[in-house]
């Protein structure tokens, strides 16, 4: 498969995936829809079945690119999250940054968190992080 063929396979795949990301977010906006704090069965089952690694910080630094996979990372002082359609979780991070789209990103403490990536959705268990959002349709919850 030809570099071309493989990229436009690769766009199509992630706007499925987002398409079908959005479509399940919005199914909670009807007037008639029941609030819960529950997850859906759909949410809890897809990252039950991703394949779990374990990440590595060599030198106070990691780069996480495994895609379709929950990945977790201990205490590292800077992780670059390359990947797409992850679960990410991680211990305390001096500095995350988010370049992958449509992953879920829970931190422990983060003191500076920057996501260039697009439909990812990062938690940080502090509320003093200093955020920088260039992507789009990003959702950062501060605890």
Known sequence: MNSITRRIATAATL???????????????????KDSTKPSASATTGAAS????????EN?????????????LGDCKT????????????????????????SGVTAGEVKTLEVT?????????NADVKVTDSGDQNDINKK
């Open 79 to 102: 992780v670059t999250v390359e990947a797409s359609n992850a679960v990410v979780k991680l211990g305390n991070v001096d500095k995350l940054v988010v370049k992958g789209a449509i």
């Open 117 to 125: 990536g697009n439909g990812n959705i990062v938690t940080t268990k």
């Open 15 to 33: 706007a499925g995936a987002a398409a079908l990301l959005l479509t399940a977010c919005t199914a909670g906006s009807t007037p008639d829809a």
């Open 60 to 72: 106070g630094a990691a780069t996480i690119t495994d895609a379709n996979k929950q990945v977790t």
């Open 50 to 57: 991703l394949e779990k690694v374990t990440a590595k910080c």
